[in-house]
């Protein structure tokens, strides 16, 4: 405790010796050094970077018109009829075993609520969501959008079949 005590007292007291300075030194540079880095970060975009790579990534939610957008995937066309109860509770249950981690119905999570997303997405878009997440985060402007206002989480592909997928759009249609 007396050797550090002395090391602590040398940076407060005069003194010529070539370490301390050199120690003293070496601390200012470091500190200016974790001053600069940590002032490179922040919020604002950089006047002098290429705005390229901003406009690859953002995307007009005007631009697509998320009930007439199908996703990518497998799905291209679904018509619905009644809703199936049985249908319903099946998907219940694998909502329950494999979304809940990460989705809740009414509010949002680690990804978005899924109240009224019947009314919010195409049927065949949120089946390919289920079937193709990558693929959708890869290449559909709202899913890419999506990936980004949840920082960049993607949703994890729990390799649905078809018929799961849409037992869950079914579930999905009695939560609006």
């Known amino acids: 405790m007396v ?10 007291l005069p003194n010529n010796n070539k370490l301390t300075k050199r120690m003293k030194l070496k601390f200012i540079i470091g500190c200016a050094l974790a001053v600069a880095m940590a002032s490179c970060g922040g919020d604002k975009p950089k006047k002098d970077a290429p705005a390229a790579k901003e406009k690859e990534t953002e995307v007009a939610p005007e631009a697509v018109d998320p009930m007439t957008n199908k996703g990518i995937g497998p799905i291209t066309s679904l018509t619905l009829g009644e809703i199936d109860n049985t249908m319903v509770a099946e998907g219940e249950v694998i909502f329950k ?29 949120i089946m390919n969501m289920a079937l193709n ?3 959708m985060v890869a290449d559909d402007p709202i899913a890419k959008k999506l990936l980004v ?11 649905l079949t078809e018929q799961e997928a ?5 579930y999905f249609r009695t939560k609006n």
């Not at 050797?3 to 407060?12: I, Q, R, V």
């Not at 206002?149 to 390799?159: D, K």
């Not at 849409?166 to 079914?170: F, I, M, S, V």
Request: net charge positive.
């Open 3 to 12: 050797g550090s005590m002395s090391l602590m007292t040398c940076w407060f």
């Open 97 to 125: 075993a494999k979304c809940t981690a990460c989705h809740k119905i009414t509010k949002k999570f680690v990804g978005p609520a899924l109240k009224g997303v019947t009314q919010r997405r195409s049927p065949e878009w």
């Open 133 to 135: 997440p990558e693929g």
């Open 149 to 159: 206002e949840y920082n960049g989480a993607p949703m994890a592909n729990q390799n």
């Open 166 to 170: 849409r037992a869950l759009l079914e």
